[in-house]
Structure formats: structure tokens, C-alpha cells
């Protein structure tokens, strides 16, 4: 088998029906194979971010020029970048932890998402996940997913974020996610 690196693809900009295809096909092409994925849509834009293993010879910048190319055929308005995938050093990883959700909601505040990530930086509390967005009277809400490590002490944690939003006039729930996900969970008839 032929040696392969791992690149780290973003493409972003205004959200329209064949993105996805387009990427995939034009991947899937250069002989380039995609090993992660994710994507969302805000306000109608569009945001992706795939790891991919390329053949070792395949330089990345040919794979933007082809991944452009594919786009502006289609009159796609986005842009791409491309990264060499990179390790993380043993001294920045994060340890074992538990995944917890975090709910933050109220009176729409510029401070909200800055206040709590911070809160979560001093601990070395990894978000994993972050959604904001507007709900009813002018009010709104941020979910946190993030990973707890074993080190933390999670009643303290929560009380901590609990006395800041009250302080901040905001509402907080903290549930371990397993909780959060079976108390959310919807049932299809």
C-alpha cells in the first residue's frame, strides 16, 4: 500500500445544495480518502472540516487548486484551507475525562460564551462542541459540550458556573451527557 499523509480540510462560505458532493468527488479523485467529518450550516453559511489521507506525493496546494476549481464550476462562493495534520504533543493532551453538557441561556449578553469558555480554560476542560443561538425574547442560549477531566471536581465546577451566571442574570445546567442525551432523547412511533 502506497504512503499516505493526513491533511486537515476547511472549506467555508455561503451554504448551497452539491457542496458536500462536490468536495467528496473531487477527494475522492485525487485518490484522497476522507477519514473525519463534520459540517453545519449558520445564517445560511456553510462550514466543513474533514481530516483526509492523501497519496504522499499529492501536494496539498494541487488539492486546493482542485477543490477551488471544482467550486467555482459550480459557482460556489467558498473558500478552502488546507494543513498538514498535526499530533498533539503528550504534554498538551487533556486526560481522561467525562463528557458533560452545558447549558447557558437568557438575556442575549456579548460575555456569555467568553465567561464560560474561560471558566473551562483555568480547569483544562476541553470544549468540544459549541452551539449559540437566539430563542425567544431577545433571549439566548449556548450548549456547551465539553470533557471534564477525572482531576476536576465536578459539584465544585458546577457551583462555580452556577454563581456566575446568576451573577450574570443568566440560567445554567451542567448534566453529564449520558443524562443529558436520555432525558433529550425522542421516541418515533
Not at 482542485?66 to 486526560?95: Q, W, Y
Not at 469558555?117 to 430563542?135: D, G, K, W
Amino acid at each position: 500500500m502506497q504512503e499516505r499523509d493526513k491533511i486537515l480540510v476547511a472549506v467555508l462560505g455561503l451554504d448551497q445544495p452539491g457542496i458536500v458532493a462536490a468536495s467528496a468527488e473531487t477527494l475522492g479523485r485525487l485518490d484522497c480518502y476522507i477519514e473525519e467529518l463534520t459540517q453545519s450550516t449558520l445564517a445560511e453559511q456553510y462550514a466543513a472540516i474533514l481530516v483526509a489521507h492523501k497519496p504522499e506525493e499529492l501536494k496539498s496546494e494541487h488539492i486546493k487548486q482542485e477543490l477551488e476549481s471544482a467550486f467555482h464550476a459550480k459557482k460556489f462562493h467558498l473558500s478552502v484551507i488546507i494543513r498538514d495534520f498535526e499530533t498533539p504533543a503528550d504534554d498538551m493532551h487533556f486526560g481522561e475525562g467525562q463528557p458533560f453538557v452545558l447549558s447557558v441561556w437568557g438575556p442575549g449578553r456579548a460575555d456569555v460564551v467568553a465567561t464560560f469558555s474561560r471558566i473551562c480554560a483555568e480547569q483544562r476542560i476541553n470544549v468540544t462542541s459549541l452551539r449559540a443561538f437566539p430563542i425567544e425574547n431577545d433571549e439566548s442560549l449556548q450548549v456547551f459540550e465539553i470533557t471534564v477531566p477525572d482531576s476536576v471536581d465536578t459539584r465544585s465546577l458546577q457551583r462555580i458556573m452556577s454563581e456566575r451566571a446568576r451573577s450574570m442574570g443568566l440560567h445554567l445546567n451542567m448534566q453529564h451527557r449520558a443524562i443529558f442525551e436520555e432525558i433529550h432523547r425522542v421516541q418515533i412511533a
